[in-house]
């Protein structure tokens, strides 16, 4: 493995962080994978597309692009308390099994990518080139200055995550409940006020991470596809595990840059499948995750 693929490796791994991270979030409180988190990265993305065209008639360059972030971000944190809402607070009241979890999830995620077709059709869309197209040169390497701008803008919402999971009263709070969400209703927290505060935060990384795909991808109404990667890099890293997410998604971008420059784009998937299925038989857990099973 050369140094340019893992820069490009470590490029890619900062936006499947973010999918990870969002994933592992709503997994860490409630014990389900929620799997609706992919139709709300192809809104966000939508979003972000619409936010761009709007906007660039009076800013461009690089507030161009953060005001397109902006707009995904709150478009992604508000959405998750709806989905929140719709989907899984009645579940929880009635503490239903995870299946119905399970269900709900895939049902919000494709009822959210056909109602984005209904109204934005199914023709492919790219964002406008806001971004500058030069590399930067470091020594013998490059980096193009959007891939350099995607890992800048990811490194600083997941160290701003951190900063609130580990160093606020909310983040204490979710930390709190995701050991167990009936002992901390017992000492007088609010799950509901909690569980939407996760969901916000779990939208606003993947209306970030929404405009990133549909920068790096044609904008589409399946884009959010693309949680299969951050549900993978989660079974690597650990499910539950923000921690054992930022690792794995760090690591498979790197495998799929050198797996894509070995045995080819269309190979590529396929062993990393094959590298999930043997993290799942040899190590369940993950790498940084402890044994952790979906609530019954």
Same mark, same amino acid.
């Given at each position: 493995?050369?140094?340019?693929?893992?820069?490009?490796? @470590?490029?890619?791994?900062?936006?499947?962080?973010?999918?990870?991270?969002?994933?592992?979030?709503?997994?860490?409180?409630?014990?389900?994978?929620?799997?609706?988190? $992919?139709?709300?990265?192809?809104?966000?993305?939508?979003?972000?597309?619409?936010?761009?065209?709007?906007?660039?008639?009076?800013?461009?360059?690089?507030?161009?692009?953060?005001?397109?972030?902006?707009?995904?971000?709150?478009?992604?944190?508000?959405?998750?308390?709806?989905?929140?809402?719709?989907?899984?607070?009645?579940?929880?009241?009635?503490?239903?099994?995870?299946?119905?979890?399970?269900?709900?999830?895939?049902?919000?995620? @494709?009822?959210?990518?056909?109602?984005?077709?209904?109204?934005?059709? +199914?023709?492919?869309?790219?964002?406008?080139?806001?971004?500058?197209?030069?590399?930067?040169?470091?020594?013998?390497?490059?980096?193009?200055?959007?891939?350099?701008?995607?890992?800048?803008? +990811?490194?600083?919402?997941?160290?701003?995550?951190?900063?609130?999971?580990?160093?606020?009263?909310? $983040?204490?709070?979710?930390?709190?409940?995701?050991?167990?969400?009936?002992?901390?209703?017992?000492?007088?927290?609010?799950?509901?006020?909690?569980?939407?505060?996760?969901? #916000?935060? +779990?939208?606003?990384?993947?209306?970030?991470?929404?405009?990133?795909?549909?920068?790096?991808?044609?904008?589409?109404?399946?884009?959010?596809?693309?949680?299969?990667?951050? #549900?993978?890099?989660?079974?690597?890293?650990?499910? $539950? +595990?923000?921690?054992?997410?930022?690792?794995?998604?760090?690591?498979?971008?790197?495998?799929?840059?050198?797996?894509?420059?070995?045995?080819?784009?269309?190979?590529?998937?396929?062993?990393?499948?094959?590298?999930?299925?043997? #993290?799942?038989?040899?190590?369940?857990? $993950?790498?940084?995750?402890?044994?952790?099973?979906?609530?019954?």
């Amino acid at each position: 493995m050369t140094i340019q693929q893992l820069i490009n490796g @470590i490029s890619l791994g900062s936006v499947y962080a973010l999918i990870a991270v969002g994933f592992a979030l709503i997994f860490n409180i409630l014990k389900f994978s929620n799997f609706s988190h $992919g139709g709300l990265m192809s809104v966000t993305a939508y979003i972000g597309y619409i936010a761009a065209i709007v906007l660039m008639n009076y800013i461009d360059s690089l507030p161009l692009f953060m005001a397109t972030l902006v707009a995904a971000a709150l478009g992604g944190g508000l959405l998750a308390l709806v989905v929140e809402r719709v989907a899984f607070r009645r579940l929880r009241s009635n503490n239903s099994p995870v299946i119905y979890y399970f269900i709900s999830s895939i049902t919000m995620g @494709i009822l959210l990518e056909n109602v984005l077709t209904i109204f934005a059709s +199914s023709n492919f869309y790219s964002y406008p080139s806001f971004l500058p197209a030069a590399v930067f040169n470091f020594g013998s390497f490059t980096i193009a200055i959007p891939d350099l701008l995607m890992l800048c803008f +990811s490194t600083s919402s997941l160290l701003i995550l951190l900063f609130v999971l580990y160093k606020t009263k909310i $983040g204490l709070a979710i930390r709190t409940m995701s050991f167990d969400i009936n002992t901390a209703k017992l000492m007088g927290m609010d799950p509901n006020a909690v569980v939407a505060a996760t969901f #916000f935060a +779990s939208g606003v990384l993947g209306g970030i991470s929404g405009v990133f795909l549909g920068i790096n991808y044609t904008l589409y109404p399946q884009l959010g596809q693309m949680i299969v990667k951050g #549900f993978i890099a989660s079974v690597i890293g650990g499910l $539950g +595990s923000i921690t054992g997410a930022l690792i794995g998604a760090v690591l498979l971008g790197i495998v799929e840059i050198f797996l894509i420059g070995s045995v080819g784009a269309g190979w590529a998937p396929v062993f990393v499948f094959i590298i999930m299925l043997v #993290f799942l038989l040899l190590r369940p857990r $993950g790498i940084a995750g402890v044994v952790v099973q979906e609530k019954a």
